[in-house]
Nanobody, 125 residues
Framework: QVQPVESGGGSVQSGGSLRLSCVVP??????MAWFRQAPGKEREGVAA????????FYADSVKDRFTISRDSAKLTVYLQLNSLKPEDTSTYYC????????????????????WGQGTRVTVSS
């Protein structure tokens, strides 16, 4: 089955950092994103990147703390998580868009048709 594979999650203290990786067997889309979902909550968009030019988008809650990037040669999308807070505790998913988003509306999870299994991030206070 073709799907992204995430790694890099773990447990850190508040203020710590992690780097998540998402490896794909081939570029499934020019538009990739990271989402997260905490127990009992809806899945929310965290960050997205347009592979063609590297333009990045962020949720307001993570702007200036998280950075999305890609390494085309390694077929990998990264999410650098800095200044982590307990509210960032969640399972993080990498996803490939079914085409690409219109304008800047990258956060609609229903428009992504390739999903990884997720990697768990736990931030303690």
């Amino acid at each position: 089955q073709v799907q992204p594979v995430e790694s890099g999650g773990g447990s850190v203290q508040s203020g710590g950092s992690l780097r998540l990786s998402c490896v794909v067997p081939r570029w499934l889309s020019n538009c990739m994103a990271w989402f997260r979902q905490a127990p009992g909550k809806e899945r929310e968009g965290v960050a997205a990147i347009y592979l063609g030019g590297g333009r990045a988008f962020y949720a307001d809650s993570v702007k200036d703390r998280f950075t999305i990037s890609r390494d085309s040669a390694k077929l990998t999308v990264y999410l650098q998580l800095n200044s982590l807070k307990p509210e960032d505790t969640s399972t993080y998913y990498c996803a490939a868009h079914r085409g690409c988003w219109d304008g800047d509306s990258w956060w609609h999870a229903s428009e992504y048709n390739y999903w990884g299994q997720g990697t768990r991030v736990t931030v303690s206070s």
